[in-house]
């Protein structure tokens, strides 16, 4: 049997599940079918560690910023939890990790639209719509749909540097599997994280916190220049808006790809929160005759690992400290790769690559709405944060959701159902903007200087 559906969405995370929500609270009449291989929405539950904060305010829900008094906002979730006075008083404007996904799972327990154990395995076209096939993970059934548009919203995949991936298990692992295997390195002599961005020193914070009781040793190791904060200023948060997403995306590409390299600090760095405790802890500890058992060392890439030694348990890590061109061996328990995430085309849309745009350094071609550029002639291919090439740093960013989500229920319903014209903020992004606000006056192309009177 094959269900028919006005949009389908592939994929729930925080980004398809704000779609589903919007969509759920539109005036529009639409058939709408979320599909999701996992059995149950769950955010990043390897990197929910006790104390950790979302990184955007609570505002930046899966709905308010573009509709405040839709129903699955944060705020609603609180006061039908019975939270709002207990929220009131704790005076924080970033929210637990562990509270953002239960209010995620809140929403998405509400919402008939999510069918979940939905693997997707190939999207299809048949006539003027799209063919899906789905598989379920455990029982391996088999499902058909059929969509006039499709929403990807797959999220990232764990990056693995190639090095280690011999390795993985229970002694090596990605920071994503961090609380699974929490118990296994309180129990190690010795564990290195490698990596330098927020879930790397999340996690070195909470084994640093644990040290004390335990008797491991603790070192950091990145090959970033160093263990830098993320930017964080009032004024620089002005680029986290709707203009800044427009201004980025009428750029010329290479202008774009200059830019892109310069602004990792925006969104990759650590938080200044983070840092302060990781210091702090640091400090305390060094008071008196110990110092802590922790060694940290950045401009470092791990380039190998193997067996340790004979008489060691663990492995043996080969470094290069590039900016010295040293190298040298370091012995670990365990590691843990804070390596980030990468993002890879989904195998399912192999069938239709032969139609889809891809610029020349083979990234795919996305419209400032958010749609593939296809030679399709079925409906639209709209994408969730898989646009940073095209649209800036602000494709990955929570709050940017619900504004990017807007986009696509008004280009899908074919109406203004959502408001997602560009925000008013101090800062002008463009010249012509700024001529507007300010009484400014342009200069003809062939001059480049100081008009006169005549």
């Given amino acids: 049997m094959t269900d028919g559906y006005d949009v389908l969405g592939i994929g729930v995370g925080p980004f398809n599940l704000?779609?589903?929500?919007?969509?759920?609270?539109?005036?529009?009449?639409?058939?709408?079918?979320?599909?999701?291989?996992?059995?149950?929405?769950?955010w990043h539950e390897g990197m929910l560690i006790e104390e950790t904060t979302l990184e955007v305010p609570f505002l930046a829900d899966l709905v308010t910023m573009v509709d405040p008094s839709n129903p699955y906002s944060y705020l609603n979730y609180l006061s039908e939890r019975n939270r709002l006075y207990e929220f009131y008083f704790y005076e924080e404007f970033f929210i637990p990790r562990r509270e953002y996904n239960e209010y995620c799972r809140w929403v998405a327990d509400q919402l008939p639209t999510l069918e979940f154990d939905q693997r997707v395995t190939d999207v299809r076209v048949e006539g003027d719509a799209f063919a899906v096939e789905t598989v379920d993970p455990t029982s391996g059934e088999r499902s058909s749909y059929v969509a006039d548009d499709v929403v990807m919203g797959i999220g990232t995949q764990r990056h693995i540097p190639e090095q280690f991936e011999d390795h993985l298990g229970r002694d090596v692992f990605h920071s994503a599997s961090y609380l699974h295997n929490r118990e296994r390195c309180l129990e190690a002599d010795s564990i290195t994280v490698v990596g330098s961005g927020q879930s790397a020193a999340e996690v070195f914070r909470d084994l640093l916190e644990r040290q004390a009781d335990r008797s491991y040793s603790l070192d950091w190791l990145t090959r970033s220049r160093g263990f830098f904060q993320m930017t964080d200023a009032k004024l620089g948060h002005m680029i986290f808006t709707p203009d800044y997403t427009e201004y980025f995306y009428d750029l010329d590409q290479e202008t774009k790809d200059e830019l892109l390299a310069d602004q990792g600090l925006l969104y990759k760095g650590i938080d200044e929160a983070t840092s302060a405790k990781?210091?702090?802890?640091?400090?305390?500890?060094?008071?008196?005759?110990?110092?802590?058992?922790?060694?940290?060392?950045?401009a470092t890439a791990v380039t190998d690992i193997g067996p340790a030694r004979a008489d060691s348990d663990g492995y043996q890590l080969i470094c290069e400290q590039w900016q010295e061109a040293e190298q040298f061996v370091h012995e670990s328990e365990v590691v843990i790769l804070g390596t980030g995430?990468?993002?890879?085309?989904?195998?399912?849309?192999?069938?239709?690559e032969d139609r889809i745009h891809r610029d020349e350094d083979g990234r795919l071609e996305i419209t400032k709405d958010f749609r593939l550029e296809t030679d399709l002639s079925a409906g639209e291919i709209f994408v969730q944060n898989a646009e940073l090439h095209?649209?800036?740093?602000?494709?990955?960013d929570l709050g940017l959701g619900p504004y990017r989500n807007a986009t696509i229920v008004n280009e899908i319903v074919g109406?203004?159902?959502?408001?997602?014209?560009?925000?008013?903020?101090?800062?002008?992004?463009?010249?012509?903007?700024?001529?507007?606000?300010?009484g400014a006056r342009r200069l003809p192309e062939t001059r480049s200087q100081i008009p006169t009177d005549d």
């Fill in 278 to 298: 990781i210091y702090d802890a640091l400090y305390q500890r060094s008071i008196g005759d110990d110092d802590p058992d922790v060694g940290l060392l950045a």
């Fill in 415 to 438: 109406e203004d159902v959502y408001d997602d014209t560009r925000a008013d903020t101090f800062q002008s992004f463009t010249v012509d903007d700024f001529v507007d606000r300010r």
């Fill in 18 to 42: 704000g779609l589903a929500a919007l969509l759920e609270d539109a005036s529009a009449d639409l058939e709408v079918c979320f599909l999701e291989q996992e059995p149950e929405f769950n």
């Fill in 341 to 352: 995430y990468n993002r890879t085309d989904p195998p399912f849309l192999a069938p239709l």
């Fill in 390 to 396: 095209t649209h800036g740093v602000n494709a990955p």
